[in-house]
């Protein structure tokens, strides 16, 4: 609906406040909104918090941010194929959990990286192929999928994991931690490179369009040559794959292992996409949206537990607040425009 | 006669997929590995053991049922509200202990809450699982904001619908729903699960039809919090949030289309009920919580996979 | 287009009990199909882009001599068959994306340099198609939404010419465009044939069959009724013959 606003005031008239309005509806209007919204929150933030920027909150603040961010690709992109992923939590729980136990019993950290994310990649594949193939809700299949993968790591760790990260792993993820001369731990400027990288693969590949094509309508994708089944498997393997990497970081960032470590990320990677803009029926979104959207819930986290609410009061707020925006521009079509 | 009794079974069992199948299944093995547990005398209690979760399925069908990614993820966080409100501000705080208050008062938060729902995914329009997910946040932490922690009793006569009179609430909610069932509305619900445009055109208000399928679900998952109360027979913060997704679960496992306009409110509690003796086999047993998860998973999957794989079959005999 | 090519269908049954179809499509020539609603001509032509599987017989694409038979779509678009769908809106446009988007992603691929589409290539190719077709889109960027229904065509015609196909399957492909939209159609559909491509063209009016088509076969209950061109190709004919009756 807004692409076509955008497109009808550009071919029709070029009234500002018609521009404005239509452009605050369109996709990078959304995205502006949101970037807009994380930075009221800061200033307000700043304003009612002393120390709310100071150096080191803002380098918390932007830890946080990224962890969450790198959750966040995955859906973002099984979003935009018009599914959903409720797996990410327990393969990030998979992946904390195996990385640091692999990693105790002396294994290579590398090849406990390798073997953590292949093994996720395949469990997302087969999340993807289940769903397209046989035309099932991902909600459920990722949901018992995940099930699965959290009972089978208890059961593997008698519900006691242990290990750790190597330092130069949490290094990279500490709070404390410096990029050369950089304020910040190489997560943060890791993320930004990953971010342009996601962004151009969306917006320049064969990949990143087919993707958009598929979720906008899967009805005509095969006759354009789109091989929904491959598609939903690679997709779905990207998301998991993903949720190990964030996994192994939490590992660092926590310092130790423990299996329900990704659980809040259920809610917040499905939270920060739609505060991006993206639509749950597919084809609409951009990671750049994403990172808007991961700013505000970090922003509005950060805000309301400085200003002294309980952890239950922040998490009421936030539920406010998604719906507050949500309903500013993330609203659906009436059934009727829909004809 | 028998003909026509076995032709709905054979109805039941197209639409519940292999949710009754297992239902069969793991009624026998919990009758040979524990048969005290069955006894007609413990009846009451093991209704009542099964309750809430059935309730939650039941009360996350009509929404399902009514399409366009219609779902409630709030159904568990308001069993919890409900059951925060019932004991924290209405039994001890205001003394109110008569059914005749407190069984309105929920049914009237349930509606609320519903209603509160539907505004948003049918007249704001928000995505639902969004909407929803907006609205469990909401109950999760104001539910711990009135009860920062577990708290009791229950009234006696709430205890009794989880011991002797438990099936009561159960045959309350069927009942209910069999009376919708005849209404003219349901008809409608269908409708705009299988095709809402379709349904548009031929005149069905649709926004109507959704908010109120809404509604239901909020009211029914107002039962399931009474129910879970009468369980645990007093208040816990951290409780109601578990029955969201089990439920969901529950739902898609009885053959309830997560794309509407198939299945049923009966499919929906098979489901729930498959889940419930499936971890009483996997108690008797005595394994471990982790096996039970692993399970549960496994099930779910393979459950909805042989439905899917059945339609395909059923689906390609007619072509 | 290119070398020229033949459609061959070689004893094709489309339905349990109808007659072998053997027919042969030639390179320049425009073949109309006609027939009541569901009478086995919309099934013909998704066969012949490997669509549909044939019940018995086969599909295949002579060229250069060599032959090459269509299994599956993926074959028939290898073989340099295309096909553009009836539903627009179902199975033609991704309706969030742009203009361009839509009409490059059959061949998305092509414009790839190193992995990353080069937008200047892709902008190329879709001109060529543009200045062709005559498309009407001020802003390729924009939804193909914002297109008219004509427009929107154009650019799934576009999308399928891309493909550089020796024979061009069309289904339906005036439905819901405007008169003026649809003699721009007829106009490059003859080029098309002129440059030595075979088409197919499924229309639900004959009118349109007997303006634009060589000749006609006209389907009834899954068989060919009736392979009438030249003079024999009148209106009361094809009615005739779709409805069994004798001219």
Known sequence: ?339 | ?319 | MSDPARLHARDLVIRRGATPIVEEIRSGEIVGLAGLDGHGQERFLETLAGLQKPLAGAVSLERNGTETRITDFRKAVAAHVAYLPRDRRATGIFPTQSVLDNFAISTVSEDARFGFISAGQRARRYEVYRDRLSIAAPRPDAAITTLSGGNQQKVLLARALALKPGVLLLNDPTRGVDVATRHVLYDVFRDLARDGMALVVLSSEIEEILLLCHRVLVFRDHDIVANLQGPAMTTDAVIAAMFGRAA
């Open chain 1, 1 to 339: 609906m807004s692409v076509v606003e955008t497109g009808r005031t550009g071919e029709a008239r070029s009234s500002l406040a018609l521009r404005i309005r239509s452009g605050l509806a369109g996709t990078n209007g959304r995205i502006l909104m949101a970037f807009l919204i994380a930075g009221v929150l800061h200033l307000v933030g700043t304003l009612a918090i002393s120390g709310y920027s100071s150096p080191f909150a803002i380098r918390a603040l932007l830890v946080i941010a990224a962890l969450l961010a790198v959750a966040s690709i995955g859906q973002t992109l099984v979003v935009i194929l018009g599914g959903i992923d409720l797996s990410i939590p327990f393969i990030i729980g998979f992946a904390n959990v195996v990385a640091a136990q692999l990693y105790g019993d002396k294994w290579n950290f590398a090849l406990v990286c390798l073997f953590v994310i292949v093994v996720a990649m395949l469990i997302g594949a087969l999340n993807g192929y289940i769903s397209r193939r046989l035309d099932i809700h991902p909600l459920i299949v990722t949901l018992g999928i995940g099930m699965i993968v959290q009972g089978a790591v208890l059961l593997w760790t008698k519900g006691f994991p242990s290990g750790s990260a190597p330092p130069y792993v949490s290094a990279f993820v500490s709070i404390g931690g410096s990029a050369g001369p950089l304020p910040f731990p190489w997560v943060v400027p890791a993320l930004a490179v990953l971010a342009t990288l996601i962004v151009l693969v969306l917006a320049r590949t064969p990949y990143g369009r087919r993707l958009y094509a598929l979720g906008s309508n899967p009805g005509a994708a095969t006759l354009a040559l789109i091989d929904p089944v491959r598609m939903w498997m690679l997709t779905f393997s990207l998301s998991a794959m993903f949720a190990a990497v964030t996994g192994i970081l939490l590992l660092g960032f926590t310092g130790s292992a423990y299996g329900d470590v990704g659980q809040p990320y259920l809610f917040q990677t499905i939270a920060a996409v739609v505060v991006g803009g993206a639509a749950l029926v597919g084809g609409r979104g951009s990671y750049l949206g994403t990172i808007a959207g991961v700013l505000v819930l970090t922003e509005i986290n950060t805000l309301l537990i400085g200003l002294g609410f309980q952890p239950a009061a922040v998490q009421a707020s936030l539920g406010a607040v998604i719906i507050l925006l949500v309903s500013i521009y993330g609203r659906e079509r009436h059934v009727s425009m829909t004809i």
């Open chain 2, 1 to 319: 006669m028998t003909k026509a009794f076995l032709q709905t079974l054979q109805g039941l069992r197209r639409d519940t997929g292999f949710a009754l199948v297992l239902l069969v299944i793991l009624l026998v093995v919990n009758l040979i590995l524990n048969p005290a547990r069955f006894q007609p005398s413990a009846w009451g209690s093991l209704i009542g053991l099964a309750a809430p979760l059935i309730g939650a399925a039941v009360a996350s069908a009509p929404v399902i049922l009514g399409g366009r990614g219609g779902i409630d993820i709030s159904v568990g966080p308001l069993m919890g509200f409900v059951n925060a409100i019932v004991i924290q501000l209405l039994f001890l705080k205001a003394g109110i202990s008569s059914p005749f208050g407190i069984i309105p008062a929920a049914l009237l938060i349930g509606a609320a809450i519903g209603a509160i729902n539907g505004a948003l995914t049918t007249l704001v329009r928000i995505q639902p699982i969004v909407a929803t997910l907006g609205t469990y946040l909401v109950l999760t932490g104001v539910t711990l904001t009135i009860l920062p922690a577990p708290i009791g009793p229950a009234p006696g006569w709430l205890k009794a619908l989880a011991g002797p009179w438990s099936a009561l609430p159960l045959i309350a909610l069927f009942a209910a729903w069999w009376t919708i069932r005849r209404l003219p509305y349901y008809d409608q619900l269908m409708a705009i699960g299988s095709d809402d445009r379709a349904a548009y055109t031929a005149g069905v208000d649709v926004t109507r039809v959704r908010f109120i399928a809404y509604v239901i679900t909020g009211v029914f998952a107002a039962v399931a919090g009474l129910m879970l109360t009468a369980l645990i027979g007093s208040a816990d913060p951290n409780i109601g949030q578990a029955y969201t997704l089990i439920s969901i679960a529950a739902v898609a496992l009885g053959g309830v289309s997560l794309a509407g306009g198939r299945g049923g409110l009966v499919g929906a509690s098979i489901g729930a009920i498959d889940i419930f003796l499936l971890q009483s086999v996997l108690t008797a047993f005595n394994v471990s919580t982790y096996v039970l998860q692993i399970a549960y998973g496994a099930i779910l999957v393979a459950a909805v996979i042989l439905t899917a794989v059945q339609e395909r079959a059923a689906r390609s005999r007619e072509v």
